[in-house]
């Protein structure tokens, strides 16, 4: 069959929707779902790498609105960080977008792989940390680390992109002090800004295969409620074991890229 101007096999679109559910379940709960979706399109023949990643924002983008739309409803995430960190995140999104064909990749990987070890070895040393909300700092000096954490995170996502979600649980829960429930739900309405203003220059640079996003994106949206669904009812111990199976995949993938 032919969508958005490629001939797909009937596998081939059914193994695409299938990813999109799987990256929208991942994703609704830990964040990571781009290491789902993003390699099962670059597979399909005739897809160049900035059609795959600017289609990979467009599902994603439906499933996570969705997500963060749940997590909203059930878990009342604390807006006055949500909300400035979204906004800061969505102008570094568009600076590292701005960047992204100025800095080469292998740069980042090496300090992105170390990085992510460390937080691994963290979460696991310290099984009480995410359990309950203990933030670290009050008024002025948490919305200011809130932003920072806004600006480098979207910078990252916008340069690069990988695992983006599971950054933002880390920096929610291993710096501001959130727990993973409430992280999870901030990470969320946080990430809805980034992969808006990677999707808005993709849109403007006419690079998203606009139907098969749409297809992926319906399946991931259904993903995403049902992932959503799961973590609230399963609680911050279930995400935290899910977020540990995440980062592990993302270090062996980013691992395997090195080699």
Known sequence: MTLSGLDLSLGTVLLLVLAGFAAGWVDAVVGGGGLVQLPALL???????????????????????????TYYRRVQPDLRTAGPMAAAALAGAGGGAALASLLPEDVFVPVILVALVAVAGYTVARPQVGRATELR??????????????VVIGGYDGLLGPGTGSFLVIALVGVLGYAFLEASA??????????????????????????????????????????????????????????????????????????
């Open 186 to 259: 901030q990470a969320k309405i946080v990430n809805v800004a980034t992969n808006l203003g990677a999707l808005v220059v993709f849109a403007v640079q006419g690079a998203p295969l606009w139907l098969l996003g749409l297809l992926m994106g319906a399946a991931n949206v259904l993903g995403a409620y049902l992932g959503a669904r799961t973590a609230v009812a399963r609680g911050s111990g279930f995400v935290r074991v899910v977020f540990l199976v995440v980062v592990a995949v993302l270090i062996v993938r980013l691992g395997w890229q090195l080699l």
């Open 137 to 150: 700092w009050q008024g002025r000096t948490h919305l200011l680390v809130a932003l920072g954490l806004g």
């Open 43 to 69: 597979l399909v023949p005739g897809i160049s790498p900035v059609q795959a990643l600017a289609t990979n924002k467009l599902a994603g983008i439906l499933g996570t609105s969705v997500s963060a739309a």
